[in-house]
Antibody
Framework: QVQLQESGPGLVKPSQTLSLTCTVS??????????WSWIRQPAGKGLEWIGR???????NYNPSLKSRVTISVDTSKNQFSLKLSSVTAADTAVYYC???????????????????WGQGTLVTVSS | QSVLTQPPSVSGAPGQRVTISCTGSSSNIGAGYDVHWYQQLPGTAPKLLIYGNSNRPSGVPDRFSGSKSGTSASLAITGLQAEDEADYYCQSYDSSLSAQEVFGGGTKLTVL
């Protein structure tokens, strides 16, 4: 059974960098059948896709966050990470990591659906 | 504002049938990309409910079904139960400039 677990500081000061790690167990992050994503959810609001990474290190980011986001992967530790710089109170949210099933779409590796999610971790931006 | 549009809330009595709509555009659902549905119980992470428009993962009751037509998709829940009270989200892929996964704004299902 695949499990994902987020870890990192629950409190970050404004203007600083939010850093989270997702540890994957029960499966290899190096599998070519999946992307690995970060999603967030402010309290009482909907889900917002942040970005994804493939085992090769190739990334895609939400344009609204692209200038501040970096997602990286460490295959030796079976982990992938999120860094979000210059945070403000608007970045306060529950952050989820998730596995994304890949679909072969006209020769392209298309992200399809999120089949496994971490439990989520609340990150509060406050001084 | 979400790329995919869902009603903010729906409700139904136990045993009834409810549907939740998800409306997109020609760059996502209308482009042929699949729609997926997630159930989020209070205080928990979203859980995959329907994938590929109408497929249920193992363990999901057949009371839940999905369909897609044109630029829209629907989630139907029959034989409504109290435990179905949750938030439901649709998700697809958008091939516009952003080329990204997109979610609906979510629908709160209340079981009366």
């Amino acid at each position: 059974q695949v499990q994902l677990q987020e870890s990192g500081p629950g409190l970050v000061k404004p203007s600083q960098t939010l850093s989270l790690t997702c540890t994957v167990s029960g499966g290899s992050i190096s599998s070519g059948s999946y992307y690995w994503s970060w999603i967030r959810q402010p309290a009482g609001k909907g889900l917002e896709w942040i970005g994804r990474i493939y085992t090769s290190g190739s990334t895609n980011y939400n344009p609204s966050l692209k200038s501040r986001v970096t997602i990286s992967v460490d295959t030796s530790k079976n982990q992938f990470s999120l860094k979000l710089s210059s945070v403000t109170a608007a970045d306060t949210a529950v952050y989820y990591c998730a596995r994304v099933v890949v679909l072969l779409w006209f020769g392209e590796l298309l992200p399809h659906y999120f089949d496994y999610w971490g439990q989520g971790t609340l990150v509060t931006v406050s001084s | 504002q979400s790329v995919l549009t869902q009603p903010p809330s729906v409700s139904g009595a136990p045993g009834q049938r409810v549907t939740i709509s998800c409306t997109g555009s020609s760059s996502n659902i209308g482009a042929g990309y699949d729609v997926h549905w997630y159930q989020q119980l209070p205080g928990t992470a979203p859980k995959l409910l329907i994938y590929g428009n109408s497929n249920r993962p193992s363990g999901v009751p057949d009371r839940f079904s999905g369909s897609k037509s044109g630029t829209s998709a629907s989630l139907a829940i029959t034989g409504l139960q109290a435990e179905d009270e949750a938030d439901y989200y649709c998700q697809s892929y958008d091939s516009s400039l952003s080329a990204q996964e997109v979610f609906g704004g979510g629908t709160k299902l209340t079981v009366l």
